[in-house]
């Protein structure tokens, strides 16, 4: 069973303890709470689809730290900075190309990129020096979380650590938007309208 505790410094330093030794935390964002490991070991990233009970074929996104930190792993067109300068930190996921295949987190050449504005994850991110997934906590197919408390027993009972913090600022998933060469898709709209984003890609630039 997982050890509950309160988001804090040392919160931040036990949970990047954990995904430094390929275990997983629950942790807050800004939108959801999400299930992290280190992204870039292949047995975490295989436990973590257990616990979810995630088809292999469905890759989970990334949270990194910075826009720098997402560039070492994926490419931003002009249209995609566009974007990341705008909301990000924030609540949206960028779907771009990714840079080198990797399995479980990437799909024909595309990776999912966040970049979370809450104050927990955003000090993890700056702390454990590899990108974490950012996968919503809980298993597939069934609705996420907003609280600790409000975690599937399953998640409590398989992962390390859940960082209890308070609700989440906006109480509903990210936005997803795929950027692919000039081709701007809305995957999934969340905390960010459409409108939003369509504003500012027709915005001039002065």
Same mark, same amino acid.
């Given at each position: 069973?997982?050890?509950?505790?309160?988001?804090?410094?040392?919160?931040?330093?036990?949970?990047?303890?954990?995904?430094?030794? *390929?275990?997983?935390?629950?942790? &807050?964002?800004?939108?959801?709470?999400?299930?992290? =490991?280190?992204?870039?070991? &292949?047995?975490?990233?295989?436990?973590?689809?257990?616990?979810?009970? +995630?088809?292999?074929?469905?890759?989970?996104? /990334?949270?990194?730290?910075?826009?720098?930190?997402?560039?070492?792993?994926?490419?931003?067109?002009?249209?995609?900075?566009?974007?990341?300068? +705008?909301?990000?930190?924030?609540?949206?996921?960028? =779907? /771009?190309?990714?840079?080198?295949?990797? &399995?479980?987190?990437?799909?024909? *050449?595309?990776?999912?990129?966040?970049?979370? @504005?809450?104050?927990?994850?955003?000090?993890?991110?700056?702390?454990? &020096? +590899?990108?974490?997934?950012?996968?919503?906590?809980?298993?597939?197919?069934? *609705? @996420?979380?907003?609280?600790? @408390?409000?975690?599937?027993?399953?998640?409590?009972?398989?992962?390390? /650590?859940?960082?209890?913090?308070?609700?989440?600022?906006? *109480?509903?998933?990210?936005?997803? /938007?795929?950027?692919?060469?000039?081709?701007?898709?809305?995957? +999934?709209?969340?905390?960010?309208?459409?409108?939003?984003?369509?504003?500012?890609?027709?915005?001039?630039?002065?």
């Amino acid at each position: 069973m997982a050890r509950i505790v309160k988001a804090s410094s040392s919160a931040v330093s036990e949970c990047a303890k954990v995904l430094e030794s *390929g275990g997983i935390v629950a942790y &807050p964002t800004e939108t959801v709470y999400g299930l992290g =490991v280190d992204a870039t070991n &292949p047995k975490a990233l295989k436990s973590l689809f257990a616990v979810k009970e +995630r088809d292999m074929t469905k890759p989970s996104s /990334v949270a990194v730290s910075g826009i720098e930190k997402a560039k070492e792993i994926a490419i931003f067109n002009q249209t995609a900075e566009k974007l990341a300068m +705008r909301f990000l930190p924030g609540p949206m996921t960028l =779907v /771009v190309r990714a840079i080198l295949p990797m &399995p479980l987190i990437s799909l024909n *050449g595309k990776i999912g990129i966040r970049i979370p @504005s809450n104050d927990f994850s955003n000090k993890l991110l700056r702390q454990f &020096p +590899r990108p974490i997934t950012a996968t919503s906590a809980n298993i597939s197919g069934q *609705g @996420s979380v907003t609280r600790a @408390s409000d975690l599937h027993s399953k998640i409590i009972d398989s992962v390390d /650590v859940v960082v209890d913090s308070q609700e989440s600022k906006y *109480g509903q998933g990210s936005t997803v /938007v795929e950027v692919l060469d000039s081709r701007v898709k809305i995957l +999934r709209e969340g905390a960010i309208a459409s409108e939003e984003i369509e504003n500012i890609l027709n915005a001039k630039t002065e």
